[in-house]
């Protein structure tokens, strides 16, 4: 398939590469800032531009790899192609491509990426959604050229999906650095962290998180609590933070 990438950030990296190595030609790559574009065209063998204007008609698919907020303003500019587009939202409803034309479906990919770190991308999951059957079993063919986990969930299911994402990464991720400011504090390396965190992703691999709950709170060890309490008298919201997050345990330990 001959595919254009619009955008250049983290999920549009690893798109065109996962393309590039399952045999698609990358077309072009479209950026507001050239320099990027011609950064990922180079590794994938594409064009590069900055400009809408010069699209290359001659591609299969448009995948919309950009923030949320620019969707909307893209797929109207490339809807005159009569081509299929597809975004890569988990937050965005297919709606928003639907008013401009019916050649359309999401192709959201479920990991975080950075361009820095190598993905295997076939073991990431793919959510497609297409404005009909047919787009559907294009997306779905498209989709098993780079991964072999295929899922597909309409925009309703994506937006949970997505929204229990940012609970399941984003949130922790603060969290460790959360961690890692009190450690500084103390003068103490993260690197201390580092084997607990794995081994508490490695529990929700095999069991259900609530299943594999530890902690003072889930042994509702009072004592030990108060004192890491005092501990953040001084910083007010990490205290207020701890007491939410202690006390969803608890509820969730007694609901269970």
């Known amino acids: 398939m001959r595919i254009t990438i619009i955008g250049s950030g983290n999920v549009a990296t690893h798109l065109a590469a996962a393309f590039k ?13 050239l320099q990027n574009a011609s950064l990922l065209a180079y590794h994938v063998r ?3 531009i900055d400009d809408l204007e010069l699209i290359n008609q001659h591609t299969d698919l448009f995948v919309i790899a950009v923030k949320d907020d620019a969707i909307e303003t893209i797929s109207a500019a490339l809807a005159q192609y ?22 359309a479906g999401v192709f959201y990919p479920l990991q975080t990426f950075s361009k820095t770190r190598e993905v295997d991308f076939n073991s990431v999951p793919l959510c497609i959604e297409g404005a ?18 295929v ?25 460790y650095h959360i961690s890692q400011q009190l450690l500084a504090d103390q003068q103490l390396p993260f690197d201390l962290l580092r084997p607990l965190i794995l081994e508490t992703a ?4 095999e069991h259900l998180p609530a299943s594999v709950q530890t902690g003072p709170a889930i042994r509702n060890d009072e004592k030990t609590m108060k004192s ?29």
């Open 202 to 205: 490695k529990k929700v691999q």
């Open 46 to 48: 594409a064009d590069a």
């Open 132 to 149: 009909d059957e047919h787009i559907n079993a294009q997306l779905k063919e498209l989709a098993y050229t780079i991964t072999q986990n």
């Open 228 to 256: 890491h309490l005092y501990q953040l008298h001084e910083k007010p919201e990490l205290e207020a933070l701890y007491k939410l997050l202690s006390q969803g345990i608890i509820k969730m330990n007694d609901a269970g």
């Open 21 to 33: 190595n399952a045999g698609h030609a990358i077309v072009q790559i479209y950026s507001r800032d």
């Open 151 to 175: 899922y597909q969930i309409n925009s309703a299911e994506r937006k949970t999906l997505h929204l229990a994402a940012v609970f399941a990464a984003n949130f922790p991720n603060y969290l």
């Open 82 to 103: 009569q081509k299929l587009i597809v975004h890569t939202s988990g937050a965005t409803d297919l709606q928003t491509l639907l008013k401009y034309t019916q050649n």
